[in-house]
């Protein structure tokens, strides 16, 4: 069975510097993975998402994530973070043979600190 | 501009009371997803519709059910409501041939006291 693991549940931060959150997956066969940014008192919305194809995924807000196969991991980046990027975020996994079906991690709030 | 429209927003109810949580998209989508929202637990999906008269249970649909009687309503609805049900409840919509992008309403929080 898939399953995701956010390795951190907080990662506070100042305004201004680097970030980086942890997910982790499982899964026997070849997946989709995504993640997803919830505002406060939101629904989510998909902040970016691998197929396939480059390992570098580049999303919205200038956040970008990295598909490493080979350590089965998906972490989402930020070079330079924004008070407004305070949130929580969900990585999420889904199998080509699961239409439409998300398997979410438990979530990563972020604390953007001024 | 398409959407995904829950409602209520706020409901409170009591211990063994029937509840119905509405979802509505004007997306045209074939896709709808129920999900539960619950610190440490992420969410998790409780049940999901490919097309009209099509349900499926999810990990956690037990005292839940769904029926899809058009394309774009998806209504859930606790039959007998729990203390354990009390939870933030997302729906989701996606299209068949971009089903991996989900698109969310706003949420639903329910307190069962």
């Known amino acids: 069975a898939q399953s995701v693991t956010q390795l951190d549940s907080q990662v506070p931060v100042f305004e201004e510097a680097p970030v980086e959150l942890r997910c982790n997956y499982s899964s026997s066969v070849s997946v989709y993975l995504f993640w997803y940014v919830q505002y406060p008192n939101q629904g989510l919305q998909l902040l970016l998402k691998y197929l396939s194809g480059s390992t570098l995924v580049k999303g919205i807000n200038g956040f970008e994530a990295e598909f490493n196969k080979s350590q089965t991991s998906f972490h989402l980046r930020k070079p330079s973070v924004h008070i407004s990027d305070t949130a929580e975020y969900f990585c999420a996994v889904r199998s080509p043979s699961n239409t439409g079906k998300l398997i979410f991690g438990q979530g990563t709030t972020l604390q953007v600190k001024p | 501009d398409a959407e995904i429209t829950q409602s209520p927003r706020h409901k409170i109810t009591e211990t063994g009371r029937q509840v119905t949580l509405a979802c509505h998209q004007t997306w045209n989508h074939n896709n709808m997803f129920w999900y539960r929202q619950d610190l440490g637990h992420g969410l998790r999906l409780i049940h999901y519709?490919?097309?009209?008269?099509?349900?499926n249970k999810g990990e956690v649909s037990d005292g839940y059910s769904v029926s899809r009687s058009n394309t774009e309503d998806l209504p859930l609805t606790l039959e007998s409501a729990a203390s354990s049900q009390t939870s933030v409840y997302f729906c989701?919509?996606?299209?068949?041939?971009?089903?991996?992008?989900?698109?969310f309403g706003p949420g639903t929080r329910l307190t069962v006291t």
């Open positions: 989701a919509s996606s299209s068949t041939s971009r089903a991996y992008e989900q698109y």
């Open positions: 519709s490919y097309g009209v008269q099509d349900t």
